[in-house]
């Protein structure tokens, strides 16, 4: 069973940074995909960005390309979620997920099936 918590969440302006992080308890999260997705109340749970530290592969949805960085630690193996150059939007829980299945991860990074652990969230909020 692996365990995930996520931080880093709060309240900040439109064109600000934010960086988000995602720690598995116990254990490292190299061996593992990870993957970010947010959901706004009321809204559908959307992807954001995955990272296959094992092929240095990484997905992006389109809105945040250019924005946002997936990355993993290599001394702790906690992932972050950089983002800059936030939009002002509502407020959104980001979850980190992870899967040890690289085959499935490959196939649908951007699928949340495609994951098998999740952590709680953190809530992201960007005021205009």
């Known amino acids: 069973q692996v365990q995930l918590v996520e931080s880093g969440g709060g309240v900040v302006q439109a064109g600000d940074s934010l960086r988000l992080s995602c720690a598995a308890s116990g254990r490292t999260l190299s061996n593992y995909a990870v993957g970010w997705f947010r959901q706004a109340p009321g809204k559908e749970r959307e992807f954001v960005a995955a990272?296959?530290?094992?092929?240095?592969?990484?997905a992006y949805v389109d809105s945040v390309k250019g924005r946002f960085t997936i990355s993993r630690d290599s001394n702790t193996g906690t992932a972050h979620l950089q983002m800059h150059s936030l939009k002002p939007d509502a407020p959104a829980v980001y979850l980190c997920?992870?899967?040890?299945?690289?085959?499935?991860?490959?196939?649908?990074?951007?699928?949340?099936?495609?994951?098998?652990?999740w952590g709680p969230g953190t809530q992201v909020t960007v005021s205009s």
């Open positions: 990272n296959n530290w094992n092929t240095i592969r990484s």
């Open positions: 997920a992870a899967t040890a299945v690289l085959s499935a991860w490959s196939v649908a990074p951007s699928a949340s099936r495609t994951y098998d652990y």
